[in-house]
């Protein structure tokens, strides 16, 4: 049997967001979970909620629907010209689907493509709760060996490397771009890809709180040393201390370690000689608003960092 992933893979696109904006344009009250789902996904990217806890928040559009099963069959006849020619030219009756997208929402195309089997994430369409957890990752494995047990994949097609569990245990893998089909193991993906990733996005929130305790340290020690520059020291120092605890525990999800903590600083190093040079060729060449050289410093100064934590601080072991 042939095993396929359904989003970015034999569907042009993510079928939940596309249903997400065609119910937003039919029902405009779906406009009032958007703060909740904002909040939700804040919380995500921090690790607080996981994605299922999160989904489940941004699903409650689905109360705003008046006819949920007619919604579904609109959206598939305006979207199943969207199913890929590749796929349809070799389709067999074994294929499995197996995707993180709710079941409701891709049982009745898979029943139009004369797709038997289907795995997806069980949500309720009338209130978006859950049974059970996102399929995602390993969990796609899992629900395999539960609905088949004997299961044996020939081959295997997905759009994203997080779907490595399932391609670990097929005979082959493959990736999926468009309709550009690579190897599993010669696909090499953009390194531009980690900065749109749940990773960077924490990394941002940490940044910002780092500033903001930067300079409440700052204030602090400066009521004990009488020098603004001198205070400033202690303070970066202990700030910094604060981002490696919320950084390993909050963006690259890592224990605590010295050496870790050793790497951390070293990583702050680009960032440091970057900001300041940043910061002098504005100031001698432009000599615009100080706020200006120090904004643009920390734009260019951060997505190096971050590259440099990942990379060398948080790198993880294949």
Not at 160 to 165: F, G, K, M, Q, R
Request: hydrophobic fraction near 45%.
């Amino acid at each position: 049997m042939n095993i396929y992933d359904f989003d970015e893979t034999i569907y042009d696109s993510d079928s939940t967001k596309d249903f997400y904006f065609y119910c937003l344009k039919k029902y405009p009250k779906i406009l009032c979970t958007v703060p909740s789902m904002v909040w939700n996904f804040f919380l995500y990217i921090l690790g607080i909620k996981t994605k299922t806890q999160f989904k489940e928040k941004m699903y409650r559009f689905l109360r705003c629907v008046p006819d949920i099963n007619g919604a579904v069959d609109d959206f598939w006849n305006q979207n199943e010209q969207k199913i890929k020619q590749w796929y349809i030219d070799r389709q067999r009756e074994e294929d499995i689907v197996i995707s993180a997208s709710p079941e409701f929402l891709l049982k009745p195309i898979c029943e139009r493509l004369r797709i038997k089997n289907l795995i997806a994430s069980i949500v309720d369409k009338e209130t978006g709760l859950y049974t059970g957890e996102n399929c995602w990752g390993e969990e796609k494995v899992k629900r395999l060996y539960e609905k088949f047990p004997s299961a044996v994949c020939d081959e295997f097609f997905s759009d994203s490397l997080s779907d490595a569990p399932l391609a670990a245990i097929s005979k082959t893998a493959k990736i999926v771009r468009g309709n550009e089909i690579i190897e599993w193991e010669e696909y090499k993906p953009s390194k531009i890809k980690m900065f749109f990733s749940r990773e960077f996005l924490a990394f941002l929130v940490v940044g910002i709180i780092n500033t903001v305790s930067n300079v409440i340290f700052s204030t602090i020690y400066s009521l004990f040393i009488p020098s603004t520059t001198l205070a400033f020291f202690p303070g970066y120092i202990t700030s910094n201390i604060v981002s490696y605890l919320l950084n390993s525990y909050l963006t690259f999800k890592e224990k605590l370690g010295f050496v870790k903590f050793i790497k951390f600083f070293i990583s702050y190093i680009p960032n440091f000689i970057i900001q300041t040079v940043i910061v002098y060729l504005f100031d001698k060449f432009i000599h615009g608003p100080s706020v200006i050289a120090y904004a643009l410093a920390a734009i260019i100064g951060v997505p190096v960092t971050f590259v440099f934590m990942k990379l060398f601080t948080f790198k993880k072991e294949k």
